[in-house]
């Protein structure tokens, strides 16, 4: 069964309007329950999670300009350091929140003591 003409009105003024279900129920000329019983329909629910994906993706590549804008115009060094930090945590690059050891702590400091033996034979 396709939506009928309130159901997609509907759906639009959910996603683009800045109205509340009962304001939305008023204007459309049906009951608030109803609205409430388009929402467990299945074809209104995909629409309706179709349309809004398709605005969170409009909005997260105006937020990615706004950052970007941020971390190349902002004259507040605060400002351009979290920008550049939020980029590069959503790009994969967040650090490690902790260290996962992989051999001894002694092995480690004589492999460090080691290395800097052998610098200091190497540098004159």
Not at 27 to 46: M, N, P
Not at 84 to 107: N, Y
């Amino acid at each position: 069964m396709a939506l009928k003409k309130k159901q997609k009105t509907c759906i639009d003024m959910l996603v683009e309007a800045s109205m509340t279900q009962k304001e939305i129920a008023e204007a459309l000329g049906v009951a608030e329950q109803t609205i409430c019983r388009w929402k467990r329909d299945e074809e209104f629910a995909a629409e309706y999670s179709s349309r809004l994906r398709k605005k969170i993706h409009l909005a997260a590549a105006k937020a990615f300009k706004t950052e970007q804008d941020l971390l190349l115009h902002s004259e507040s060094d605060k400002v351009r350091l979290g920008a550049a930090k939020d980029i590069l945590d959503r790009a994969g690059f967040k650090p490690k929140d902790e260290i996962s050891l992989t051999q001894s702590v002694d092995d480690s400091l004589r492999e460090m003591q080691e290395y800097f033996a052998n610098r200091q034979k190497e540098d004159p």
